[in-house]
Structures are given as C-alpha cells and as structure tokens.
C-alpha cells in the first residue's frame, strides 16, 4: 500500500531479466506490494549504480579530505601520535580566515527582487517579494548562509536544497531552504559546472532517517524497511569514558585506549535516498513516449521528439517507497550547487583551507621548534674539569636555578649565556602569517589594520583594491542565491494555496507582520494558467548587497555627490537605503522651511531695534537694511 497522496507514474510493462532499460521501464504505478519483488529489486539494484558512479568522481576531488580539513579549522593540527618531548603549539589561523572572510560576505542582507517580462504583472512582484523575504527571517537563513559558506570554503563546495515541508508552521506546511552535506550528493558525472546542473542526467541525495519517521511521511510501506546494520552501532564507549586507564605508551607519552566497545542505538535508523532523474513519458501501455507526429494542412506527417520529465523516487531499508513525477511545477532538480575557487573539470570546486593548510602546517612546526629550542638554549651550558665535582654531583647537575657546587681546590667550573635565537626565524614566522591572508585575499585593510596615518581617500582606494578577491567571491554567492531562490517563486503559486500571515523585517529594521492574499496573486488566472503563471517572473540580488563595504561606498560618494548638488536628497536617501525615502526627504524640507520663519521672524525682530542717532536720540531701523547696510 502507497500514501493516497503519491502521484502515480504511468504504469509500465514487466522487463526480461538483463534488459538495459529497466531503470525507466520498471516503476510502480499501483500500490507497492507488502514484499519486495523481483522488479523492485531490479529497480534499486539499477538506481545503486548512479550512486556508486557519483561517487567515484567525488573520491578524486576535496571532498575526499573534508574531515581532516575540518579537525584543522577546529584547531586538531597535530598527529595524535607527536612526541611527547615536542611542544604541541598551535596558531590557529585558518579559523580566523574563515571567521573573517564569512563575516564579510554575510555582514549585510543580499536583496532580493523580483521582476516580470507581463506588464499587467507589475503589482504582483511586491506580492512574490514579501513571502521571500521572509524565508530570511522566519528560518533564520541569514545564520544558515554564514554556516553554509563556512563549509564551502572548508569543503570547496556545499549543496543548497529548497523544497516543501509539510510539518513546517505548525502543520500548515512551508518551504524550507536548507544547506544539505555535499558528501551526501552525487550528481551527473557529465556536468562540470554548478550553473549548468539542468543538463545532468541524474541527482542522488542521501541521509540517515529514523524508521518512525519515515512511516510518518510514507505509511505502511515504510515498515517493511530494515534498519541498516552499519548504523546499528553508532557510539563507541572507550575504556578512558569508563573510568579504566589505559595503556601507556612509552613510544608516544599518550594513553592509548585498552578496548572500546559499541553501543547499539536505541533508535532503528536506514540510509534514505532520493533519485531524481529524467525519464521518458509513459502510454496507457507503459511504452516510452520519445516522439510525437504532427499533421500538417497538407496531409504530411513530421515528427518531433518529446522532452524527457525528471522522475523522482525513493528508496530506504531496501524498500522503494515512493515512484513519482516530479512533484514541484519548476520540474527542476530541487538542489543548486555553490562552488569555490576555480575547476573546470567537476562541480565539486576546490577548497581553500587545502590551499592554505602548507603554511598554517609549516608554522606550527616551525613554532614548535622555536619554542623547544628556546627551552633548551635557556640552559647554561656549563665546563668545568672533570675531576671539579665527584660522578655523583656531575648526575645532579640541572638547569635549576641557583644550583649550589662544591668544587676541588686549582679546578675550573664555569657557566656560559646560551646564544640567542637568530632573527630570520621570526622573519620566517611573520612571511607565513602574511602568505595565509595574501592567498586567502585578506589585506590589512580587510582586517582594518591599515596605517591610520592615510587619507580618507586612500584608505577607501585601498579596500576597494583588497577586496577584489571578495567581489569575486560575492558575486559568485549572490548568483548561487539566485538560482536556488528562484525556485521558490513557482512553489509559492503551488503551495500558498490560502492567505496566511508571515513575518517580515521592516523598513525600519523591526520585525513586523503581513497578511500573504492568495487571491490577489492569481487574479485573473485559472486552471492551467496558475501552473505556468512563474515563468512571466524572474528573482535576482541586487549586485553588491551582500557586501556591506559596497553599500558604505555607495552612501560615501551619494553624500559626495549631495554636497556638489549634483543629485537631490531624495536621491541621496534612496541610495543610502533609507525607509521611506521620499517621506522623509518630504518631511525634511517642511522642517527646514519651518526652521527658516522661525529665523527670519527673530532676525526682523532684532532688527527693528532702536539704533542710536547722532544727537543722542533713537529712531526705529526696519529690517532688511537698505542698500549697502544703509537704513531705510
């Protein structure tokens, strides 16, 4: 038995064992039997290979090396086997890279618009706008952007998913955009950019469900699953946890674990996987539908060739659960893919912290070693006969200080300074500091440690030429954002399916409450054409709005161009983004006009004073004067 709400795909004739086609021909089209059967298992048996092929060419990019890039940003750089004898010493800087780099790119808000090529569609980009932007505050995506593009630059790419929730907002259902673990996703091998991943021929995603959870989203025939084996056994428990001590080592100087025993979960978990893949339409008979003639006036036939659907199926526990359409009207593939850095042959980018993990390596050794040798040069070195002390005193001899040596009469026992350390070791030290911000594209003037001595001017020429590698990197997020967000558009007409309140941030930086109405976004539309209703509008972020430097700049050179008269307040307003701009600047001018009458009433006033004349008497002076200060 399948849930009543599955979209059933056409149903498909029985394949011969070792037919090449069986991944589109076998499908379940009416409710799924109680047991596996033979087509089932030919069907998941198929579907594995997409796994197992995705993988093989994830295996030879960064991906591979994510965990130990990982342990180095969370500071674990050293072998847990270093000598003991060896200082451990530590200068984090790759988790000051990633800290400083992520907090430029996410310190502002990106903006989202949404335009349309229907004139008579105008209204209803504000309509589009309002429920999109309150994604931002409701799912607390900017925190979630942040994490994410910290793993981008970690992993060298990181995968973004948008879809449907029907447990969200309280029940009620809602999207959800999320970052999902790029080592949970393989994509089309064939495909060797992100912004080309509509050509990809299948998309696999995968993660680890509990078996209750998937009977609440599957029914029935999600309790003919069975709980892989491997996630069986999760946590460990070490002899160390138990409170025993474990064996120590006299190679290492570290405790190493006498046992570690597994404990088995209390909750039956499987590997669920989500196949989305494109499939020819089926017949009434099940027979793929690859072409379709049309007749023309006079009498010929032409055919053209039909274009294939993203088909959508799920597996878990070694049951297929779900065999569907596409069920999202953008027919597209659900996830978009942010890569890092500069790769040409997969989607899969390349990581930053690989690229900077030489330097930060090589300073900790070399630190080390500085610090080790400064503990031993700290020793005197000491010379002395060796009939000066007995064998006993020359064994207790130790860089204690204030050591108290009897020595034999005509004998000589001296102690010498150690030299100092010599100065290209910190000159070294100070280069693979540098080397880590200069190939990470982190100037002095991105950390604000530029010289205070400098011009306005300067500094500001300055941090636009810094930040060229970070408008690069902007730019690149700003249009991963777009095409993830677009999707949204067309699941807002599909799903919105009654007016509801949500919450948005306000012109004025406060969160506020608005009332979606259905009604006023499909006006005019019926049946067919609320489906395809999307396609008139596009989303886009506003260039540079991800970057707050960028909108300092464009406020700094308004603010110049206000002062010059060459633009008006309003435009100086509306380009340093303030609330209401018109209002206020309206506003302003009533104030100033205001503040002018009440200036000229208190200058005619003092005016009209009595001026002394020349005999001594007064005569009242009228405000203005006359000519050349002269009274009238």
């Known amino acids: 038995r399948q849930r009543q709400s599955l979209r059933q795909w056409p149903r498909k004739r029985r394949l011969r064992a070792g037919d090449r086609s069986m991944s589109v021909a076998t499908t379940a089209v009416r409710p799924l039997p109680d047991q596996a059967s033979s087509r089932e298992r030919d069907m998941i048996a198929f579907l594995e290979r997409y796994w197992v092929e995705g993988r093989s060419v994830k295996d030879q990019t960064d991906l591979r090396e994510v965990d130990d890039h990982l342990q180095l940003v969370r500071g674990q750089q050293w072998p847990r086997m270093t000598p003991r004898s060896v200082p451990q010493f530590v200068l984090n800087l790759l988790n000051d890279h990633v800290q400083r780099k992520v907090g430029l790119l996410t310190d502002a808000r990106p903006i989202l618009e949404v335009t349309t090529t229907n004139d008579s ?56 955009p ?22 990809a ?14 009977m609440e989203q599957f029914g029935p025939r999600a309790e003919l699953c069975q709980a892989d084996a491997n996630l069986a056994n999760q946590f460990t428990e070490s002899a160390r946890n138990r409170g025993t001590r474990g064996v120590l ?70 049951v297929v659960l ?21 790769e040409l042959e997969h989607v899969w980018g390349q990581s930053e912290i690989r690229q900077l993990r030489a330097a930060q390596e090589a300073l900790n050794r070399l630190a080390s070693q500085v610090l080790r040798n400064t503990t031993l040069l700290n ?46 070791l910190f000159t070294l030290m100070e280069f693979l500091v540098k080397s880590i911000d200069m190939v990470g594209g982190m100037s002095e003037v991105s950390r604000g440690t530029a010289s205070p001595s400098q011009s306005g001017i300067t500094v500001e020429s300055l941090q636009m030429a810094a930040q060229t590698v970070i408008r690069l990197q902007a730019r690149r997020l700003e249009a991963f954002l777009t095409r993830l967000f677009t999707k949204c558009i067309p699941m807002i007409f599909q799903f919105y399916t009654s007016d509801r309140v949500k919450q948005i941030i306000g012109e004025d930086g406060m969160i506020t409450t608005f009332a979606f109405d259905r009604s006023a976004l499909v006006l005019g539309l019926q049946g067919k054409e609320i489906e395809t209703a999307f396609r008139d509008f596009t989303l886009s972020v506003r260039p540079g709005s991800s970057l707050n430097a960028t909108r300092i700049q464009k406020s700094v050179l308004a603010a110049n161009l206000y002062g010059m008269g060459l633009i008006t307040g309003e435009s100086l307003l509306t380009a340093v983004e303030w609330p209401d701009p018109k209002g206020s600047f309206e506003k302003a001018q009533a104030e100033q006009a205001k503040k002018q009458m009440t200036a000229a009433a208190g200058a005619q006033g003092v005016g009209g004073a009595l001026s002394r004349t020349a005999g001594g008497a007064r005569r009242l002076q009228t405000y203005p004067a006359g000519p050349m200060g002269s009274s009238v």
Not at 154 to 170: E, F, H, K, T, Y
Not at 381 to 392: K, P, R, S, T, W
């Open 121 to 176: 569609y105008t209204d209803r980009t504000h309509i589009l706008e309002k429920p999109l932007n309150a994604l931002w505050t409701e799912t607390s995506w900017q925190e979630a952007l942040s994490k994410g593009l910290a793993m981008t630059l970690i992993a060298g790419s990181n995968v973004g998913m948008v879809g449907w929730d029907p447990l969200a907002d309280n029940g009620r259902g809602d999207i959800r």
């Open 322 to 342: 779900a065999d569907e359409a596409n069920p999202y009207w953008h027919q597209k593939y659900p996830i978009e893919i942010l890569d890092w850095g500069v």
């Open 379 to 424: 020793n005197f070195v000491i010379q002395g006969d060796h009939n000066a002390l007995d064998a006993e005193q020359w064994n207790e001899l130790t860089n204690r200080p204030a050591i108290i040596l009897r020595t034999r009469p005509n004998t000589r026992l001296t102690f010498q300074s150690p030299p100092s350390l010599p100065a290209y």
């Open 249 to 318: 080592s006299a190679a290492s100087g570290m405790f190493r674990r006498r046992f570690q025993d597994s404990l088995a979960t209390a909750i039956p978990r499987a590997y669920s996987r989500h196949y989305w893949f494109k499939d020819w339409q089926r017949d009434e008979n099940g027979q793929p539908r690859r072409y379709v003639q049309i007749q023309h006036q006079d009498g010929t036939h032409t055919v053209r060739p039909l274009r294939r659907q993203i088909r959508h199926v799920v597996t878990a526990g070694g």
């Open 201 to 214: 021929e299948y998309v696999v995603t995968q993660e680890v469900r509990s078996l209750p959870s998937l």
């Open 178 to 199: 999320r970052f999902f673990d790029p080592r949970s996703v393989v994509i089309d091998t064939g495909v060797t950019s992100a912004t080309a991943l509509e050509t």
